[in-house]
């Protein structure tokens, strides 16, 4: 059962009966979900941990509950913060999210909906998380294949972050966690995720994947993260259960 909670938490060293405790970043996307669903399947106790940053996309949280909902989380948490205040992303400024881009050009360069420093952001509050429960394992649903050209989707990225963890908090220093960041997806394609999700009975139609909905929920199907759900989806031979605003499911 999903247990929403925002107030404080009290840290608690690690036992041996919850070392299968992990954090699961949870956007509300088709990637985050599969993540979920992949850790739930592995045995682990999740606690989803979702952000309502101010984005222009902010129905991608409601998107976020029903998938902790459905998969089934121990907690989920969700964690308010203002990343407007860097402005710079289309994301959370008065800027255009790019459309109809080829899928050439969507692997090439970093657009502008790229946020300053999110995934480090997100990691940084997920390690704390992880820390306060007494989680060592961490699960984030990024990907190097069919991605928007992000820098922090790297595994190099992810590598490097995780020998930082192991130097910044209380528990890692004092040898009681050994933090994992998982990214099972990164090196799958859009198709292969929506594959591995759909056997592990993902509802894809709870999910959001679209940067610039309706405020109904509609996706525009024209931005990149749209094309390249529509592509994952009609490479993996699977119905796209999405709604899009030009009727096209």
Same mark, same amino acid.
């Given at each position: ?36 669903? !992949?850790?739930?399947? *592995?045995?682990? @106790?999740?606690? /989803?941990?979702?952000?309502?940053? $101010?984005?222009?996309?902010? =129905?991608? #949280? ?95 990225? !992810?590598?490097?972050? *995780?020998?930082? @963890?192991?130097? /910044?908090?209380?528990?890692?220093? $004092?040898?009681?966690?050994? =933090?994992? #960041? ?68």
């Amino acid at each position: 059962m999903s247990n929403e909670r925002s107030n404080t938490m009290t840290m608690m060293r690690p036992e041996s009966n919850n070392r299968t405790l992990a954090v699961v970043l949870l956007s509300g996307g088709l990637d985050s979900a599969t993540t979920l669903a !992949i850790a739930k399947n *592995q045995g682990f @106790a999740c606690h /989803a941990l979702s952000f309502d940053y $101010e984005q222009r996309h902010r =129905l991608e #949280i409601e998107a976020a509950r029903r998938i902790a909902k459905s998969i089934g989380v121990e907690e989920h948490l969700i964690a308010k913060i203002d990343l407007r205040v860097f402005g710079q992303s289309a994301l959370t400024a008065d800027i255009d999210v790019p459309k109809n881009r080829s899928h050439a050009d969507i692997g090439e360069g970093i657009p502008a909906t790229y946020v300053p420093a999110r995934n480090t952001i997100f990691l940084s509050f997920a390690l704390a998380y992880a820390e306060t429960i007494g989680a060592e394992d961490i699960f984030m649903g990024v990907n190097a294949i069919d991605y928007s050209g992000y820098p922090d989707c790297r595994p190099e990225f !992810i590598e490097s972050y *995780q020998n930082m @963890a192991a130097l /910044a908090t209380k528990a890692g220093v $004092e040898g009681w966690q050994k =933090l994992r #960041i998982h990214t099972p997806l990164i090196k799958l394609s859009k198709a292969e995720i929506i594959q591995r999700g759909t056997k592990l009975g993902v509802d894809y139609a709870s999910t959001l994947s679209c940067y610039d909905p309706t405020l109904d929920g509609k996706a525009c199907g024209q931005c990149d993260s749209c094309l390249l759900r529509k592509k994952g989806f009609r490479e993996a031979n699977i119905s796209d259960p999405s709604a899009y605003i030009n009727g096209e499911r």
